[in-house]
């Protein structure tokens, strides 16, 4: 279906081709996965496929793509629509039309279907990505995963023989990315479409695919092969992969249910050993004397009982009761975020309802929940950006919204999103002595933190030709300059591969360990995992879970981790835990 | 055949918006599915209470509303609203009389408040922001005939502003001075008029997505529409882009307010801007944006024939009747110009294979609507030209302006959208 020969890509302006002398032949009807670190030109050779490399990025490209007999060279992107529907990796700049129902028809009306068949497929595709509810929705009010879902339906309609999807499910929360994972599953089975699909969670996509496509490094020849094949050498691999590798099983598992019939031995050796988890903050005694509140290396901690905010509902009377009989020893210092029946409206959609969430220094909570449960909005509110409709919010005892920029930089810190809206300056030397001057600290701060985050980093580079990972950790940078003792990170793993998350995951634990506060929202529960020493659950705005991380994800199906899921009942969470309790 | 089915569940062509209409799409689905079982209950709980049966099918996003909005079916043409509200707008220049503007500002305003659809969408919500520029319209328009004086002679005095002198070469204008009443009532006349106007544009906008009626355009022009279309999403992005931006110049310890801040963000975020556009022509170009049919050659020398020939008939008709010998050949020079350029436009129309999902219709209804506003731009023309006097009540000497009656009653034929597609009560 998809036949690449001897295909090299060059971008003008680059010494090297992005790919090179890639043979690679994807059959009717399978569902490939195309795996690799970032750089390695899967971008690339998915816009070969779909035309838009390279008749709409530029470049030369050396070599011949035929994708079901149309060779790409003389066929333009849109002479392709029809056979080839490709998703990007941001729903937004993918949208024509501004509703749902419209959207998914756009691209049957480009071809020129008859109206009965399109009406039927709308119906259909809302059906199937579970989007009727939506139908007349304008696009920009939903919610990011809703969106994903939308751009995926819009490219289905028109039937095409060939899905391309970059990272399809890198914005979803597990349970969207499941639906999404299914319905491309669905097709394939139902309709015989071929999919070809980049993503850098191999755990969520790895058990569903036919054919595992690696590029190993950029320039590198790829392979393509069986998962289990290519997992057995691939520099990238999910945590089920790793395990299987420690454990020494042959062939490697790829699906969490493989490996929990294999890990009837590793259960047995690791009977006794207890997991090791992520030291949790200090507890110290119920009335803590205030120490000197230096910022950076604050040891004090509330009680658990005092920062323990919602536990299970059966005991969650007296734990209230004790809170509020308690009162606040004057000597605290104030914790670092503390949220107390916090509810926040926006735009007539009650976004947090009643929210307690106290984060001492030193502990690490992950915020967990599907798209629109409120996670963003939790950060922005510790940040000043939304102001509470009821309840207070602090942060080391100052009220956010009300609190200059200029000093709330010093208590709390967030890496959006999109780290690069925190990038403005042209170089890397400029942002650094940009971050100085607004965080009032000594210069060459922030060059220091750059260089000890990310080492080998020059002073000219330009942001934007960071990649993701490294433009996430200079945005750390320059946050972490104000030395702000809570440090929020809204889903720092989107677009990182592995490698790069092991990077982010060695800083964090540092920051945590000299005594900053973290809460990262996430989706990935694989990072959760790493990090968090506690997970909070919320739903529709309201906090549903609150405690250690292995209570909370062990028990949940969607937010456990494939290493718990293979070890349960035991709660093992990571593979770096078990390996350390084998050694 | 999923449209039959939907049809019989409530006829399109009864005319009402009915609160239950909202449920009609799962419905539909569930008929589609064949889950029987589903769509019956769904239609139990149609007859018990409609929003439970909204609620019951709303998949994942349990916070969704029960929808009151509009489907397609229940949804004027575009076209209708903005003809019935430039018609207004239209009959709004054909006078000065405070009393008939006010009156159809009540209009426009009821049918507005009647018939806006309920969509969280931006447009829809448009109509206070234009209400607000009418009130600044006026507001300017008062304070310049304050501090600037008015050509208009009066002999009420209301105060005297210390008058500022002015070189020679300045002659013609003053600053300060008397102001009298008359003038004053003038230039409120005269801003009423066109704060009504805005505010029927205003009603437009709300009434029914401007982005809606550019996708109706023909075949020929429709991927200008696109176009166009993809311009005006751009505002809107560019201003939440600018607000998120600022709001990450918090996250960075800078002030977010101020015009500092504003003008700071500006390059980043046109460099978002541009890369936006880029992302969207690519995934446009891949969703077979701008394909195009092979037409046969004599086809495509016709289309550029009439078009070409079209557009020359539309220019010499409109000199021939606008220049005093020419009245003769004009109009019908002007009327067979455009009809060759329309039809050239709908033969080119051919070379876009591209077909229409559920295509906006001229209903009996949106006719109506249309005609209203058309009936009432129309009585009022002429009664601007059967009896000015009304219609523009002189401030010298100072009167009472009367509201004319005939006048007043084309003005309530507006009124007629809001009884046609009034929801009824559930």
Redo the contacts between chains.
Sequence with gaps: MIRFEQVSVTYDGLPHPSLRDVDLTIPEGELVLLAGPSGAGKSTLLGAV???VP???GGTLRGRVTVDGRDTRTH???????V???V?Q?P????????V??EL????????????V???R???T??LL?????????L??LSGG?QQRVAIG??LT?HPRVLVLDEPTSALDPA?AEEVLAVLLRLVHDLGTTVLLAEHRLERVLQYADRVALLPAPGAAPRLGTPAEVMAVSPVYPPVVDLGRLAGWSPLPLTVRDARRRAAGLRARLDGAEPRTPEAPHPVQAHPVQAHPVQAHPVQAHSPQAHSVRTPPARLPTRRLFRRTAPAPVTTPAPPAEARALSVRR?R?QALRRVDLTVAPGETVALMG?N?AGKSTLL?AF???VEPSAGTVRVGGATPHRT???D??RRV??V?QEP???L?ADTVADECA??DR??GAASGTCRDLVGELLPGITDGTHPRDLSEGQRLTLALA??LT?RPPLLLLDEPTRGLDYAAKARLVGVVRGLAADGHAIVLATHDVELAAELAHRVVLLA?GEVIADGPTAEVVVSSPSFAPQVSKILAPRPWLTVAQVREALA | ???AAAGNVCPSRSGVRCVLSACR??V??LD??GLSAGAARVRAGRRDGANVACRG????????PA?T????RTRLHPGAWWLWSLSLGTAATRTTNPLLLSLLLATSAYVVVTCRPR????WARSYPAFLELALAVIAIRLLFTVALGSPVPGSHTLLTLPEVPLPTWAQGIRLGGRVTAEALLFSFYDALRLATLLVCVGAANALA?P?RLL?SLPGALYETG?AV??AL?FA?NLI?DVH??R??????????RGVRGLL??G??VLEGALE?SV?????????????T?EVPAPVRRTTAVLTLGGLLGVCAGTYGLLTAAGAAYGLPLLLAGLAAALAGLRLGGRRS??????PDRWTPRALLVAASGMATAALLTLAATADPAALHPGVVPLTAPTLPLWPAAAVLLGLLPAFLSKEQPS
């Design positions: 779909s035309g838009l008749h709409f990025t333009k992107p849109r002479e392709l629509a029809d080839v529907g490709t990007g941001d937004l700049s993918h949208f024509v039309t501004d509703t129902e419209d028809a756009y691209g049957m009306e480009s071809l020129g279907l008859p109206p009965a399109m009406r039927r709308v119906e259909e809302l059906d579970g989007l009727a509810a939506l139908r007349d929705r304008p920009t009010a809703q819009s490219v028109p969207a735009d959609i599907r629109g922005s940040t000043g950006l200059p920029p200029r709330l930089v810190g967030l959006p690069r809206d925190l403005y940009a971050a607004d965080a320059v946050v104000a529709e | 055949m999923p449209s799409p799962e539909l689905v589609v599915l099918t709303s998949a994942r996003s349990g916070t969704l929808r909005g509009e489907t397609p969509t969280p969408a931006p997505s982005s996708t696109v279309v993809v999403t809107p939440a998120r931006l709001a990450a110049r918090r996250l960075r310890g800078r002030p977010d700071q963000v390059l980043p936006r992302a969207l022509a690519a995934a446009m170009d891949a969703r077979g944006y701008g394909r049919a294979p591209r077909t229409r999902y559920r």
